[in-house]
């Protein structure tokens, strides 16, 4: 199979993250002026910064002052997402290019939109299998460190891309741990963040950071994990600095409270609609359950009552009641009258004057004559 000239990095490892995000609005803030805003979520008051001051921020000294934050839109809400802090010389393009590319730096610096990858694994049987059929991607939870060595670095080695390095990065981390306060959840859950950065080299001499954003999330029934990838490449000569400003821009790029909120009421609300219909449609359920038992039992009742009819009239029998304690008896079919004792015995007899109470012979017992039931 012939292979394209497409950095191996880019067309192995990025798929553009287009879901929310579009094209970038013309419209650029200065890191000179300040806004805030607040935001009220289960019962806490966030508060975040639209700009920042770049002079003002404990960071690597070779960080740019002259920050420009870009604008990216929500189309579908007209509302602004949020802003994405770049030095002045760095373009962000309407579209990006054939490799993926959407920011672009002097000395041909090239950043790549993210795109994440999420996976299920449970221990319960049968639940792997429907999660497939539901087209989920199954496989067992890996650490960051595992899956760039068993699966990273052997698809880029083929083409000649070396690990160089990595390194935890636990200002991300507690940047996706903070994004996570204003996700709905539906019900309480804990999920978990692990952030590493790995570094590579290729053989046309550039470098490449690759930043893997990792989260977890236990349920009862399995575990839900997945990542976020971020690219930049580099040119070596260029690649320190450039890596700098580019995980200067990841930490500090800021979401718009506004956005944040609207998200979040949208997703409460249309948690709480699918969960009414979840609870109707049980309730449906139940319903429709009760009354087929009650079809069933009423169903079961009239064929009893049909067969005791079958099998009275083929086995010549009759039911009759003792008038005295109330109870009924089966008795052979054909006679006119039924005298029945205390015991339950009975004697049949077709004479209409016949009283066995008067017969000498039964012992005194007291006999009742017995109606007969239809």
């Not at 290019?97 to 000395?107: L, M, V």
């Not at 001499?205 to 690759?210: F, P, Q, R, T, Y």
């Not at 009414?276 to 009239?302: C, N, P, Q, T």
Request: with cysteine.
């Amino acid at each position: 199979m012939n292979r394209t000239k497409t950095p191996i990095v880019i067309t192995l490892l990025l798929v553009l993250f287009t879901s929310c995000l579009n094209s970038p609005s013309g419209a650029q803030t200065s890191s000179n002026s300040q806004a805030s805003n607040t935001i009220q979520l289960n019962g806490k008051t966030y508060t975040l910064k639209e700009n920042v001051d770049a002079t003002k921020l404990q960071y690597n000294k070779k960080v740019e002052n002259n920050i420009v934050f870009h604008k990216f839109e929500d189309s579908e809400r007209n509302m602004t997402i949020g802003y994405l802090p770049l030095p002045s010389d760095w373009i962000l393009k309407d579209k990006p290019d054939n490799e993926g590319a959407q920011i672009f730096g002097p000395n041909n610096i090239k950043v790549f939109l993210p795109r994440n990858n999420d996976f299920v694994y449970s221990q319960l049987p049968g639940f792997n299998q429907m999660a497939a059929q539901m087209g989920q991607q199954i496989k067992p939870l890996q650490s960051l460190e595992q899956m760039v060595k068993v699966e990273f670095v052997p698809l880029l080695a083929n083409d000649g891309v070396k690990l160089i390095k990595q390194y935890k990065v636990p200002q991300l981390k507690a940047y996706d741990e903070n994004y996570e306060q204003f996700v709905f959840k539906p019900v309480p859950m804990q999920k978990t963040f692990e952030v590493l950065a790995t570094e590579w080299l290729d053989k046309d001499n550039n470098s490449v950071i690759l930043i893997i954003r990792q989260y977890i999330t236990y349920t009862q029934e399995a575990c839900y994990w997945g990542y976020i990838l971020n690219v930049m490449k580099a040119p070596k000569a260029y690649f320190e600095d450039a890596k700098i400003k580019y995980l200067y821009a990841l930490e500090y790029t800021k979401y718009n409270p506004q956005w944040l909120h609207t998200r979040y009421m949208e997703d409460a609300k249309e948690s709480a609609r699918l969960g009414k219909l979840h609870e109707d449609r049980m309730r449906s359920l139940i319903a429709e359950g009760e009354a087929i038992v009650k079809r069933g039992e009423a169903h079961s009742a009239m064929v009893d009552r049909n067969h005791k009819r079958f099998m009275d009239t083929h086995l010549e029998r009759q039911t009759v009641t003792n008038t005295a304690s109330g109870k009924s008896y089966q008795v052979d079919a054909g006679s006119k009258d039924y005298w029945i004792n205390s015991d339950g015995e009975y004697i049949p007899s077709d004479n209409v004057h016949f009283d066995p109470n008067f017969d000498p012979n039964l012992n005194n017992q007291t006999w009742t004559k017995a109606q007969i039931n239809n």
